[in-house]
């Protein structure tokens, strides 16, 4: 035992005092203690006849047998007897304890209130104390038991010995650890909970009250598709991801901050007695740091990207979950930006926010006052580099914020459902553009139209005929219009998405999937549904490297989408490393900032012309 010495040495001192209390009646032998102990149950009058048989062997047997485990201590505590339940929870032989005293293997915090309880019987103060103590059995393992300790005195009520009853309660007290535990500390990654962070952060904030000088900060982390690392690679490998990335969180913090795994792919970090934001973001440029090198997971090398919101504290946080709804309006900023970078709240953050929410619940008034444009960017044909048609894309210049970039107000419309209605005037302002430019474009092969379409607007049943009237209204053909729809839209009602994409089909509306390879569909469903292009996503063009690395990836798509008679569309091309790479794969056509950013439709025109002369 580690501890046995430091614990002999504490107990021999214990011992010390308890040996005042054992002047006044001298030590006892172990069968001498036995047979007193039966002494004070017996009776002073004559024994009926039945109780003859408890004589000093029954009684001994009886302790023996017994299923609780006992054991009989001397006036100093050293062990006299023990019962064989006793020696199999300690794990000692009999003769083993005799040569011990019950201190030496007493958690030696435990030691000093067992000592006072124990002189309080000697002095006749009680007769007997249950207490929960501490201990350790011989190979050393920690034992946690209900302890009932007894005084036995003989007829003249001198203390003759102590009777101690014992119940291992180590399962039941590792049981209760462990709920505990589940409480308060996330499963997979063995990091604090959402629970236990909340709490953590309302003490640091009610520290903050009384030092006012002090600051801490909450960065709110969330993975960047992890969604696609888990279903292309499987659950199993998401997991250990997770727990991967868990580590490498922990290791660019101090032992005083915390780490929390707020549930799914979000994590959380308190960063007490900071001197300022520059503490905070030094935190979030390792992170970002951390994560250059790629995770390894089974046989896969795994890039992950981290999206961070960061709040500093400051005088007049009252609440703990102000701040922490800071950081997530700052992480979704962040997320809107791209994802991979961190962005740090600020108040004016909060009123942009409620400035979106008002904007997309009565968006037909930005409309009104022409917040709401359209931008248009070139859809290329590598062979020639001619312009062979344009996708619309929506901008919203705000009087007060600025321009706002629809990664951040087309999901808040989503969720309003007032898309629905602002889809529909997007679909409509850019049939009458592009059939504008045919027209004072008579001599060029047709200039084609992409829109986007939302998940929302593919909910909706009656979507073809929306189409096919805004169609009629501005007189642009139906195959020059190209629907773009993410794989995500589709598939969140993938029975009722497909139903809609036939009936659009059969209006002669040519179909896209937008973003693809970032979403769920897995290759075979791709077949079920009725498309003509993939757009293959950017965030696989920019993989490509000069020399042509990394292009598997795109291979495949591309094999993919010849074997099913698809066309291609490579989005996010910005150099001409891109482009080669591209074509010596075979794609035909290409979007990106190499050739063209979105233009305003006057700029747009110019360059279709330059382009297409
Ligand atoms: P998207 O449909 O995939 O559009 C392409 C996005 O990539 C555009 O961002 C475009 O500006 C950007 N992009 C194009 N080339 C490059 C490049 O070379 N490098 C980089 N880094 N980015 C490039 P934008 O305009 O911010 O639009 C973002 C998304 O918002 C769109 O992604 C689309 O999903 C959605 N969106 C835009 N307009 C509409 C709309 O009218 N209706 C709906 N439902 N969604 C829209
Ligand atoms: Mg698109
Ligand atoms: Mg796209």
């Given at each position: ?86 020696c199999d929870a300690v ?210 090398e795994v890039f992950a ?191 009722e998405a497909i139903k ?114």
């Open positions: 035992m580690n501890n046995h010495s430091s614990v002999a040495e504490s107990a021999s001192a214990n011992r010390a005092s308890a040996n005042r209390a054992a002047v006044t009646t001298g030590a006892s032998s172990a069968t001498a203690a036995a047979a007193d102990a039966a002494k004070v149950t017996e009776p002073a009058a004559a024994p009926p006849a039945n109780q003859d048989a408890l004589n000093t062997k029954t009684l001994k047997q009886i302790f023996q047998l017994s299923p609780i485990g006992m054991t009989i201590l001397d006036l100093d505590g050293r062990f006299l007897s023990a019962n064989q339940s006793f794990g000692y032989a009999e003769y083993e304890l005799i040569a011990l005293s019950f201190k030496d293997l007493t958690h030696p915090e435990d030691v000093p209130l067992l000592c006072s309880l124990g002189e309080q019987l000697l002095a006749g103060k009680r007769q007997h104390f249950q207490i929960e103590t501490r201990h350790w059995s011989k190979d050393e393992k920690p034992l946690h038991v209900g302890l009932t300790v007894t005084m036995v005195r003989d007829g003249y009520q001198r203390p003759i010995c102590f009777l101690l009853q014992v119940i291992n309660l180590t399962a039941q007290k590792w049981m209760e650890a462990q709920l505990r535990h589940r409480a308060f500390y996330d499963g997979l990654t063995g990091l604090a909970n959402r629970a236990l962070f909340v709490n953590r952060l309302e003490q640091a904030v009610i520290r903050l009250e009384r030092n006012t000088s002090a600051q801490c900060a909450v960065l709110f982390l969330d993975l960047d598709r992890f969604k696609v690392i888990n279903d292309s690679l499987g659950h199993n490998i998401g997991d250990k991801l997770l727990s991967a990335l868990a580590g490498r969180l922990e290791a660019c913090i101090r032992r005083c901050d915390t780490l929390a795994r707020l549930g799914g792919d979000e994590f959380a970090i308190l960063l007490e007695d900071i001197d300022g934001l520059e503490d905070a973001i030094m935190v979030c440029d390792r992170i970002h740091n951390s994560l250059k090198t790629p995770f390894k997971l089974d046989k896969y990207n981290i999206s961070i919101g960061v709040v500093c504290s400051s005088v007049g946080y009252e609440e703990s979950s102000d701040l922490l709804r800071n950081a997530d309006t700052a992480l979704y900023r962040a997320k809107a930006q791209g994802g991979a970078c961190h962005t740090i709240f600020d108040q004016t953050m909060h009123q942009r926010a409620v400035a979106l929410w008002q904007m997309a619940t009565q968006a037909q008034f930005a409309v009104q006052r022409e917040e709401l444009t359209l931008h248009y960017q070139p859809v290329i044909d590598i062979s020639n580099r001619r312009v062979l048609g344009v996708e619309a894309l929506i901008r919203w210049n705000h009087p007060q914020y600025g321009a706002i970039s629809p990664g951040e107000f087309i999901p808040v419309m989503e969720e309003t459902g007032v898309i629905t209605m602002i889809g529909k005037w997007v679909l409509r302002e850019a049939c009458q553009q592009i059939c504008q430019w045919q027209q004072q474009l008579p001599h060029h092969d047709p200039i084609k139209l992409n829109v986007n379409l939302s998940a929302r607007q593919l909910a909706q049943k009656d979507l073809a005929e929306q189409v096919n009237t805004i169609l009629k209204e501005t007189g642009l053909a139906h195959k020059h219009l190209r629907l773009e729809i993410t794989e995500t839209a589709i598939m969140q009602n993938l029975v809609v994409l036939q009936e659009l089909r059969a209006l002669d509306v040519c179909l896209c999937i937008d973003d693809f390879g970032i979403g769920y569909s897995s290759l075979s469903r791709l077949q079920q549904l009725p498309i003509d292009i993939l757009k293959i996503d950017r965030s696989f063009v920019q993989n490509i490297g000069a020399k042509g690395e990394n292009t598997e990836i795109v291979r495949t798509i591309i094999d993919l989408a010849n074997s099913l008679g698809m066309d291609i569309v490579a989005e996010g091309v910005e150099t001409e490393a891109q482009l080669e790479g591209l074509r010596a794969l075979g794609c035909q056509n290409v979007q990106g900032f190499y050739f063209a950013k979105p233009m305003t439709p006057d700029i747009a025109l110019e360059f279709i012309k330059k382009s297409n002369q």
